[in-house]
Nanobody
C-alpha cells in the first residue's frame, strides 16, 4: 500500500529553521501533486504549501509566504518543506499528502488521497 512518512520535526526557537521530509513509497507510476498541511490543537487542518509533480509550480498560504519553501526529488520519491524564520504560531503537527488525480498543486485537503502520519513542529518564543 501507499505510504508517506514525514520526518524532521522538532523543537526550535523563534527565528530558527527546520526541514521536513516526506518519503513516498508505492506510488511510483503516478504523477502526483504533493501538499503540506498543518493542524494546531483545537484548530482545523489548514493548507500550508503545495507543489506540482514537475516541481515547477508551487503555492503557499499567505501566512507562510516567503518563509517556507517546498521542493521535491522525484528520483528519490521525497518531498521537502524548508521552514525558515519560524514563529510560535507555526507550532502544529505537519502533514504531507499526495494527490494522484492531478499533477497540479491544490489547496483543498479533501482532494488528497494519501496522507502521512504527521510530525510535530514546536516553536518556542
Amino acid at each position: 500500500q501507499v505510504q508517506l512518512v514525514e520526518s524532521g520535526g522538532g523543537l526550535v526557537e523563534a527565528g530558527g529553521s527546520l526541514r521536513l521530509s516526506c518519503a513516498v513509497s508505492r506510488l511510483t507510476f503516478s504523477t502526483y501533486a504533493m501538499g503540506w498541511f498543518r493542524q494546531a490543537p483545537g484548530k482545523e487542518r489548514e493548507f500550508v504549501a503545495a507543489i506540482s509533480w514537475s516541481g515547477s509550480i508551487t503555492d503557499y498560504a499567505d501566512s507562510v509566504q516567503g518563509r517556507l519553501t517546498c521542493s521535491r526529488d522525484n528520483f528519490r520519491h521525497t518531498g521537502y518543506l524548508q521552514m525558515n524564520s519560524l514563529k510560535p504560531e507555526d507550532t502544529a503537527v505537519y502533514y504531507c499528502a499526495a494527490d494522484p488525480s492531478d499533477s497540479r498543486p491544490r489547496r483543498d485537503r479533501y482532494v488528497y488521497e494519501y496522507w502521512g502520519q504527521g510530525t510535530q513542529v514546536t516553536v518556542s518564543s
